[in-house]
């Protein structure tokens, strides 16, 4: 297998234990030990198995999630002038209400869909409208979020003042796919540069949403778990029969960056593959997916035919839903190749990440061991993990 690493290679080891424990000790609150990940895979221990069920871990994710990129919608959601659409980011998790519309400059905005009144939902529907209006109390907002004024509030000093505005996140618009940060700690750009790279030549602008081919999952597992089982491929023969027969996994390519990976994968034989690839480094090869891990939760699918969306929702400690959406720029190509039958691998892959997670709680299990030329990404991931966590208890 060809591995590449690209992108600033963090050095050192991280420790998360320390960091969120009570006056620096070596345990958390619930006695999780300081983890540390070696840099080098070849003599890296994987996180405990304490990691996938500590509640102050699980907690603290929280604040991972919320400084991390989130895809959050569709373009098409707000497609015209007056358009709102309300969401929740991260629904069971941060679940924090938002609000996207388009304003008659015609510029999609994020907003908080809380009404700086006395909390309210601002918008608790879909539609079009020239102004906000709150129902509890008839606060108005402008679709930019600036507040414009309520009833029987005359008399009160300064109002309204910028207080009184929604409060904005920015938005980021990607292949018609709208994403946004609670408290982002990096540009937008810098995280999907790897993938317009390597995409280069696909058409993302052609890409349309396919609803009935888009299914939401409850997996009984940490949503970490069924990460690192998206994260490395040689569990295909084991667990996949039919996808092995279209992908080798002896000859999927890894390349690591800042923010995420790629497993790029190669046609067994002559097979369904992608034309019109710009990048040198994928001229006259017979590419049939690349299978795209942008962290924390979203993976990327694309194949021939389009994009397979994958978002990882935490619902608890050992519960998550997998949101599928399905986006085709090429439907003729449909269910030919590694793109075929993901129903079915979804469901292989719940199985087995279920079966982990029990394991994972035994008393005899500690840590586990990476092979470096099959779980570079899993190892990439954990750091990436204990990094964040470590930051974010600071």
Not at 301 to 314: A, I, K, T
Request: proline content about 7%; charged content about 25%; hydrophobic content about 40%.
């Amino acid at each position: 297998m060809k591995q590449r690493r690209r992108g600033k290679a963090p050095g050192g080891s991280e420790e998360w234990g320390a960091a969120m424990a009570p006056g620096g000790s070596a345990e958390g609150g619930s006695g999780t030990p300081a983890v540390a990940i070696d840099p080098d895979i070849r003599r890296a221990r994987t996180l405990p198995g304490s990691f996938y069920s500590d509640p102050a871990i699980h907690e603290a994710l929280r604040r991972v999630f919320a400084r991390s990129w989130l895809f959050a919608g569709e373009e098409d959601d707000v497609r015209t002038p007056g358009s709102v659409h309300p969401t929740i980011l991260l629904p069971g998790f941060l679940d924090e209400p938002l609000l996207f519309t388009r304003d008659q400059d015609d510029r999609v905005r994020c907003l908080s869909n809380v009404c700086t009144h006395r909390g309210m939902l601002v918008a608790e529907s879909p539609g079009h409208v020239k102004t906000l209006r709150c129902r509890y109390h008839g606060r108005r907002f402008g679709l930019d979020g600036r507040c414009l004024g309520m009833p029987d509030f005359e008399e009160v000093a300064g109002f309204p003042s910028p207080a009184d505005d929604l409060p904005s996140l920015l938005v980021e618009r990607w292949a018609n796919l709208l994403f946004t940060s609670l408290d982002p700690q990096t540009a937008f750009d810098e995280v999907m540069a790897p993938v317009s790279q390597r995409l280069d030549g696909v058409p993302l602008e052609s890409l349309r949403p396919v609803p009935e081919r888009s299914k939401d999952y409850l997996v009984h597992a940490n949503w970490a778990l069924y990460c690192e089982n998206f994260l490395e491929s040689f569990h295909v023969p084991f667990v996949h029969a039919e996808l092995a027969r279209t992908l080798d996994y002896r000859t999927l390519e890894i390349e690591l960056f800042e923010h995420g990976s790629v497993q790029v994968g190669l046609a067994t034989e002559a097979d369904d593959a992608f034309e019109g690839l710009r990048s040198r480094a994928y001229a006259g090869r017979e590419i049939v997916a690349f299978y795209f891990h942008i962290f924390p939760n979203l993976m990327l699918n694309f194949y021939p035919w389009g994009l397979s969306l994958n978002v990882v929702e935490p619902l608890a400690i050992d519960r998550t839903r997998v949101r599928f959406r399905t986006f085709v720029h090429t439907p003729e190509r449909l269910d030919r190749g590694a793109g075929a039958g993901l129903d079915r691998v979804e469901r292989e892959d719940e199985e087995i990440v279920e079966a982990v997670q029990l394991g994972t709680r035994s008393r005899l299990y500690r840590l586990g061991r990476y092979s470096p030329t099959r779980e570079p990404a899993v190892h990439h991931f954990h750091r990436a993990l204990v990094r964040s966590l470590a930051r974010g208890a600071v």
